[in-house]
């Protein structure tokens, strides 16, 4: 599925706030990003927003640029709410909420279902 639906994002995290924040890591990763329309929605969900679906050995096994590309550091997983993907265009999108409950094998999860805003 993800790799016949799937588009490359990158998956960021920033450390500090407003001007003076810098983004601690970022990696790109595969995943389907499906968005809501009104007929769509229940629950909490709003029009307009959107779930995507990330493995989460790809997460987990990245080697990612830190602020200084010169030091990769690993993927400091799990992924957490207000982590970022950012799509190709650029537009990035706040990660609302993290489920790692729902695609499980086992007690295994297999994928994260995030919630996105923006």
Do not use: H
């Not at 200084?68 to 650029?90: E, F, H, I, T, Y």
């Amino acid at each position: 599925m993800l790799a016949q639906r799937g588009q490359w994002v990158q998956v960021r995290r920033y450390i500090g706030s407003g001007q003076a924040r810098a983004a601690l890591t970022s990696t790109p990763v595969l995943c389907v990003i499906r968005s809501f329309s009104g007929e769509d929605l229940a629950g909490l969900m709003q029009q307009g927003a959107r779930t995507a679906i990330i493995i989460v050995a790809d997460v987990a096994d990245a080697l990612v640029s830190p602020v200084d590309p010169d030091d990769p550091v690993d993927w400091p997983s799990p992924l957490q709410r207000n982590d970022k993907l950012v799509l190709a265009s650029g537009q990035e999108l706040n990660i609302e909420d993290v489920d790692s409950e729902t695609r499980k094998v086992g007690d295994v999860a297999i994928a994260y279902e995030l919630r996105l805003k923006g």
